[in-house]
């Protein structure tokens, strides 16, 4: 699933390929630092500036305080990356923007009934706050669990609570093309529309086993997509190795099961899942969880060297660097920044390496790359699980917007006919860190977030799907600028880190 949260994704192990960034040296000018923000709240106020423009800008009220979003910015959603503008098409992503509100803001009319939540990052510029990260949920950190109680296979409908219960939560995956289980729009499951803006990621695998296996809800008592006979019917069915008949093990204590594993395997009564989504009223009474992540625990891996294999990122930080800043007098202000890189996540085929890359949505090719052995141990503990981090100040590295993990040697294709992902999994960065001070009161207000090393803002990033057609993401503008001018970033060595873009 997509996450997002705090802010405090080739061949060489353990190392960055080239350099991307010198360490960039300040001009003896005085600078005046950007004093940064960050801040968390319900949405009180939502206003789009032009209707008529894809990208166009907007403002945030939050806790209070008007917030300047840029034109060009991509708003981080649960499962996808949307404009303002996109917002304010609504709950169906209508081709245009609707004027009378994105219905995300307490004061529209009619509020909405859950409030909307959001995290603004910015830098207040010239007496603006501007921001340069936005995330939008009900509630990021919000999250269900509990056993499986019950499967409405004509609604899609999960009953979720105590083990052997009945009136636990009812949870319906938020799933507009079906991958998982009934389309929004399929059956019985319509007579609720559930939010696309809300809607889980379909290019990942975001319903999944603990290992990313995914996983499915059954649409009949016979679905050829989500069969029964991928799941063992005995004691072994919370962990086992989907194979195909003469294929070898992924592990000794998860024996292998004749399974077809281009198909999710079957989520059954009895199953303890974790479940995140938006709460959803219900015509006919009470909510429903419009889920866009679920994660079951169990764990079920796949074949050595065989595809499919899958794989899910948990966990993707970057360190955004940042420049030394002078104060008026000359005396350089007291900061740490670094550059370290760390991502946690898991394959369900654990006898292959997994690259790692960094990219911006829509630029595949541009980036830095690093795997090594060591970034994918086959004797760690929980099996299939890969972490690495690649220190502070190895090499400065350009900050980028996504973070793709690739198993080595996969196809890191779409299986045919299943809407699945082999070998791949991209997500958003999850956490930035950005130049902390080292001493309590110079200046007197956070440092600037360094958004000029943010090369998808400062020069656009790629391109994103749009009601005509695909189109190319503009630069952030007004700028959420740090306080350093270009001529501030120049140094003798390599160029700076977004040269190029």
Partial sequence: MVASKTISSRRSPGRLLAAICAICVPDARAQTPSPSFDMIGQIEELRLDDFSDRFSGATLVLRGVEVTLPKGLLI?????????????????????????????????????????????????????????????????????????????????????????????????????????????????????????????????????????????????????KCPASNRPANGGRFRFTCAEAGKPSATVDAPA??????????????????????????????????????????????????????????????????????DAGGNGLPQEE?????????STDPGRNVEIRLVDAGRNDVGASFTGPDGMATESIPLGRFRKTWPAKDDARAVRRDVVARIVGSANAKVPGTGLTSGKYTAPVSEYIYPELTSFGKPGFP?????????????????????????????????????????????PGPTRACDGQ
């Fill in 76 to 224: 981080t959603m649960p499962g996808q990356y949307l404009t303002a503008w996109d917002l304010f098409r609504g709950p169906t992503l209508a081709p245009s923007a609707k004027p009378n509100g994105a219905g995300l803001a307490l004061k529209d009319a009619p509020p909405p009934r859950v409030p909307f939540e959001a995290e603004a990052i910015g830098n207040i510029v010239s007496g603006k706050y501007i921001a340069g990260v936005l995330r939008i949920s009900q509630g990021a950190l919000h999250k269900g669990a509990g056993f499986i109680q019950a499967i409405d296979i004509t609604t899609g409908e999960l009953r979720i609570g105590a083990e052997g219960g009945s009136t636990g939560a009812r949870v319906r995956l938020n799933d507009p093309t079906g991958i998982y289980g009934l389309a929004n729009g399929e059956g019985a499951k319509a007579a609720l529309p559930l939010d696309l803006r809300f809607a889980l990621d379909p290019d990942n695998s975001p319903v999944h086993a603990m290992t990313g296996f995914p996983v499915c809800v059954p649409r009949a008592a016979v679905d050829p």
């Fill in 257 to 326: 099961h004749l399974c077809d594993a281009r198909l999710p395997i079957p989520l059954q009564k009895g199953d303890y899942v974790i479940y995140a989504g938006m709460l959803q009223a219900d015509p006919a009474g009470g909510f429903v969880v419009a889920a866009h992540g679920l994660e079951a625990a169990f764990g079920v891996y796949t074949s050595r060297g065989e595809e499919p294999a899958y794989l899910f990122v948990e966990e993707a930080r970057q360190g955004t660097k940042g420049e030394a800043f002078a």
């Fill in 338 to 346: 670094t550059t370290r890189f760390r991502v946690v996540g898991f």
């Fill in 447 to 491: 440092l600037p977030v360094p958004f000029e090393n943010f090369c998808f803002l400062k020069f656009g990033g790629g391109t994103i799907a749009t009601p005509a057609g695909s189109a190319a993401i503009p630069s952030a503008a007004p700028f959420p600028s740090s306080g350093h001018q270009e001529s501030q970033l120049v140094g």
